[in-house]
């Protein structure tokens, strides 16, 4: 079974970037759609971006769209969000999931496999 680990969150100022990777075990990620979600409290996860099999096809949420970049490394099992320009607004808990169909990947519900989630805080 594939156990996701997220990583590189922290407190950054508005404006900065971050980097959040996400570490699979126990299976290989390149034959899984790849996605990250955030989550505040009280809200529903919301989706941020998912990225193909092979890397090639890419999708994000409106609000993120030209400041954050997902990509993998099928090689090192490893999936990326690289965020630029953050906002306030983009504070939140943030999740990599895997194992979505390709037409299904922004629907939280569609994800087989969770990591157990980074926190973001973005200042003002």
């Known amino acids: 079974q594939v156990q996701l680990v997220e990583s590189g969150g922290g407190l950054v100022q508005a404006g900065g970037s971050l980097r959040l990777s996400c570490a699979a075990s126990?299976?290989?990620?390149?034959?899984?759609?790849m996605g990250w979600f955030r989550q505040v409290p009280g809200k529903e996860r919301e989706f941020v971006a998912a990225i193909s099999r092979s890397g090639s096809n890419t999708d994000y949420t409106d609000s993120v769209k030209g400041r954050f970049t997902i990509s993998r490394d099928n090689a090192k099992n490893t999936e990326y969000l690289q965020m630029n320009s953050l906002k306030p607004e983009d504070t939140a808990v943030y999740y990599c999931?895997?194992?979505?169909?390709?037409?299904?990947?922004?629907?939280?519900?569609?994800?087989?496999?969770w990591g157990q989630g980074t926190q973001v805080t973005v200042s003002s």
């Open positions: 999931a895997a194992g979505a169909a390709e037409m299904l990947w922004r629907r939280a519900k569609q994800y087989a496999y």
């Open positions: 126990g299976g290989t990620i390149s034959s899984e759609i």
